[in-house]
Each structure stands twice: as structure tokens, then as C-alpha cells.
């Protein structure tokens, strides 16, 4: 047991400082990026890969093979508006990929033309978007994966006052009564996203509601290695949830806290009832015994 929880403490310090020494060496490609490659990683790739299979929202390899440049300027711009007005191509994606929903992205032209010609690019190539600047702003030390976890359950604020991820999200063993269902379980987070897709979603959450929430309170370098390093820890502490879909778990001590509520209630209204009478009762002795 010892050694499991020693590997469990280790592994997630050592692989987040494998992750930071690696991200931290830029390729000449990186040093040089193509048109639109900071807009798509800003704006997009949260839930977007390019060859990389879908994610909350299709892969968009071949994307200009499926649609012509005048929808695409018109969508990424207002999406939501598109599907309104009964355009088949925009109600067929959000059919497909509801209950997600595409926020409105407010580009220039020449900043959605400068995105489509990086996925033209990709998609000539082969190749796969890789974020440049998902990198973690220094190494995971040991003491990062309580400190994620006090910022995770609200127990220390966040510093721009963004609300805490247990209002909306849960993991397993993060507290007696758990976390959130607004949003999704983050138990396997880093199954499901690589490590850089991870990163690049906690420095620009770009989903409607964390956007909402997080847009002009964006989480700190120091927030964003904590929360990494421990969500790295949970997932080594749940191993199950990595190979399983993530599901919440049965929490019934709010059932048994209501049901306690009901059994005292009951209890005060019966002796409240029982009493409501005890004054006449307690005139009628007395004046009995006169």
C-alpha cells in the first residue's frame, strides 16, 4: 500500500515534468507559425483538431472540400444565428454534435481566412494541429497536486475570481457530497484530451459556459499547473475511469440527509400537535380538583 501510494504521489510530478521540458523546446516551425495558427489555437482548438478525429466539435480536415469560404466566414461568426434561420448544413451540425453549442467568434475576415488556410495547409500535408503555446509555465513540483485540489473545491479562491470547478464539475473522491453535473465529470480528463489540449483549454476555455465564466477572469500560470497536476493525480488514482466512460457516482447521503429532515420533522409537528391543547387541558385539572 505504501509503495502504491508512493507511485501514485510520483508519477504524476514526473510526468508533468516531462511534459514542461518537452513543451518547453520550440521547433523552427514553432519560432515561425503559419498564418491563423494562434487564432485556431485560441479560438478553436478547444474543440477542434485538424487529422486528429473529432472532439466536442468535428475534425476539420478537408474542411474546405466540404464547404465553400462564404459559409465558413459566415458560420464561424455567428453559428447560432445560421441554425435559426433554418440553413441545413449548420442544423445538420448541431444536430450531430449537440448538446454542444458553437459560440459566436468574433474574427475579421482576414483572421478566419488566415485559420483556413492553416487547415488547407494541414490537410494537404497530413499533418496535425499541435498547439505551440500549451505549455505549462514551469515544472510540476511536489506540492502542486494539493494545491490543485484546494483550487479545484473552492477551498482557496482563485485569484481573478472565477468560481471554483466544483460548482459545475466532479471527481471521483473529491469530497463527501462530490462536485457539480453542470458541466462533465473531469475524473479521466486527461484520458480524454492529451496533455496539450488540456493545457491550451484551462489558458483559453473556449466552451459557451466556462467561457462565460472564465472570459475576464482567466485562471493564472500558477492556477493552471496546480489544477493540471492534480487532475494528472486523479487520473492515476482512478485507473478504472481511463479505459470507462465516467460515470457520477451514487451519492446518497443527500437522500438520507432529507429523509432525516423528514423523521425530525415529523417528530417536532407531532409534539407541537400534541400540545397545541396542554393550557385548556391544564385549566380543566385545576379546576376539577377544586
Known amino acids: 500500500m505504501r509503495n502504491r501510494t ?15 521540458l518537452a513543451a518547453g523546446i520550440e521547433s523552427a516551425a514553432a519560432q515561425n507559425l503559419p498564418p491563423g495558427a494562434v487564432d485556431f489555437e485560441k ?49 445538420a451540425l448541431f444536430k450531430k454534435f449537440a448538446p454542444e453549442i458553437m459560440p459566436d467568434q468574433p474574427l475579421a475576415p482576414e483572421q478566419i481566412d488566415g485559420i483556413l488556410s492553416l487547415i488547407e495547409s494541414l490537410t494537404k500535408k497530413g499533418e496535425t494541429f499541435i498547439p505551440t503555446g500549451a505549455k505549462l509555465s514551469r515544472a510540476i513540483e511536489a506540492g ?14 482563485l485569484n481573478n475570481g472565477g468560481a471554483s470547478c466544483i460548482a459545475c464539475h466532479n471527481i471521483n473522491g473529491v469530497g463527501r457530497f462530490g462536485g457539480g453535473t453542470l458541466g462533465p465529470d473531469l475524473t479521466a480528463v486527461n484520458t480524454k484530451y492529451k496533455d496539450p489540449e488540456l493545457i491550451s483549454i484551462l489558458q483559453n476555455p473556449n466552451f ?6 472564465f472570459g475576464a477572469k482567466p485562471l493564472t ?28 457516482p451514487l451519492n446518497l447521503w443527500f437522500p438520507a440527509i432529507g429523509f432525516l429532515g423528514l423523521v425530525l420533522s415529523f417528530v417536532t409537528l407531532n409534539r407541537i400537535w400534541k400540545n397545541r391543547l396542554r393550557g385548556v387541558r391544564e385549566d380543566l385539572v385545576r379546576s376539577s380538583k377544586k
Open 6 to 20: 508512493f507511485k501514485m504521489k510520483i508519477m504524476p510530478v514526473f510526468i508533468g515534468v516531462l511534459l514542461t
Open 43 to 91: 479560438r478553436c482548438y478547444s474543440c477542434h483538431n485538424i487529422n486528429g478525429g473529432d472532439k466536442k466539435g468535428p475534425d476539420l480536415k478537408g474542411l474546405l472540400d466540404r464547404r465553400s469560404k462564404e459559409w465558413l466566414r459566415e458560420f464561424i461568426q455567428a453559428p447560432a444565428a445560421m441554425n435559426r434561420k433554418g440553413d441545413a448544413d449548420a442544423n
Open 144 to 157: 502542486d497536486i494539493d494545491a490543485g485540489r484546494e483550487a479545484f473545491t473552492g477551498k482557496v479562491a
Open 208 to 213: 459557451p459556459t466556462m467561457k462565460s465564466v
Open 221 to 248: 500560470d500558477e492556477e493552471i499547473v496546480k489544477l493540471f497536476a492534480y487532475f494528472q493525480s486523479a487520473k492515476f488514482a482512478n485507473p478504472a475511469a481511463q479505459t470507462q466512460p465516467a460515470v457520477a
